[in-house]
């Protein structure tokens, strides 16, 4: 399936009410995209050899990969705009301290458990938060050569052609990715939670990938997006990329995620038409 080429105009809402912000971001967008491809092409090198393999947690793993291609990104990132803050998922800079004006947000690689079973379905991810806003988000899928930025101000593009999210009307006419964890502690709230979805969406899907799976939501290939328990890295950049696509991402409430945490929370991101719908039946 295509991507669905966006030909909407950007809302005045959209647009970042700093110029000064805006004239920083337009010097930083062509970076991010870079660094992400960049990247991209080393996750996809190194996939071939995965090596180092440590379980963090419970269903939770990390590769020498991810270590080597955070600390790539960090480096570079560094280099560029040194007055700004870092917060990366396989690093100990999570704290306040670590928060700047500026603050990236990084998953170098996410969808590990694919990664390590040689999978397509992973992602690298870039997302930056302006005064802990999401504004700007780089994402590659490099096994589809695939790269979505997303920005405050413009419409998100996939390789530099614009993309809007799809028209679905109805969840019963929805395709909707809901994540199932495999931690003993969430595992039966998540198969409860897909199988509520599933019994009113017209499918559901699991991808292993909530980078991907946001991006995939993006560009029209999925309608909704469901996770009981997100952590920041694996949202801050696909966040700017959904809304700039014309899409909607919250909470299970309806209100803004949490931005100030990386503690886990719940997210739901749609085509905007059935987020409403979807919330209700999350809520039942």
């Given amino acids: 399936m295509k991507p669905i080429k966006s030909t909407k105009p950007l809302k005045k809402q959209d647009l970042p009410l700093n110029t000064e912000v ?3 971001l337009a010097v930083i967008e062509p970076v991010s995209a870079l660094l992400a491809r960049r990247a991209g092409a080393m996750a ?9 393999i440590r379980q963090k947690s419970e269903g939770d793993f990390v590769t020498a990969a991810d270590a080597q291609i955070q600390d790539y990104i960090k480096k570079e990132i560094h280099a560029r705009f040194p007055d700004h803050g ?6 100990s800079e999570k704290s306040e301290e670590d928060r700047k004006s ?3 947000v990084i998953d170098p690689i996410d969808g590990t458990s694919n990664y390590m079973h040689n999978s397509p ?3 690298v991810s870039l ?23 997303g920005m405050k101000g ?13 028209s679905v009307p109805t969840l019963g006419r929805a395709l909707v990715n809901v994540v199932v964890t ?20 017209q499918k559901t899907r699991y991808l292993g990938s909530c980078v991907l799976e946001m991006c995939f939501l993006a560009s029209g290939r999925l309608d909704g997006f469901v996770f009981n328990a997100i952590h920041l890295w694996d949202f801050a950049a696909a966040q700017v990329i959904v809304e700039q696509a014309g899409g909607r991402v919250t909470d299970f409430t309806g209100q803004p995620n949490n931005m100030h945490t990386t503690d886990t929370q719940p997210i739901v991101a749609s085509n905007g038409k059935i987020h409403d719908e979807l919330l209700k039946v999350i809520a039942r």
């Fill in 182 to 201: 495999t931690r003993s502690n969430n595992l039966a709230p998540t198969l409860a939670l897909f199988e509520k979805v599933t019994q009113h969406a």
């Fill in 154 to 166: 413009k419409v998100s593009t996939l390789n530099t052609v614009p993309i809007h999210v799809s």
């Fill in 102 to 104: 500026f603050t990236w």
């Fill in 44 to 52: 996809r090198k190194l996939q071939d050899s995965v090596q180092d």
């Fill in 86 to 91: 870092f917060i990366g998922e396989e690093s």
């Fill in 121 to 123: 379905l992973f992602a």
């Fill in 22 to 24: 805006a004239r920083k």
């Fill in 127 to 149: 997302g930056l938060l302006y005064q802990d806003k999401p504004v700007l988000g780089a994402v590659c899928l490099p096994y589809f050569d695939e790269l979505y930025v």
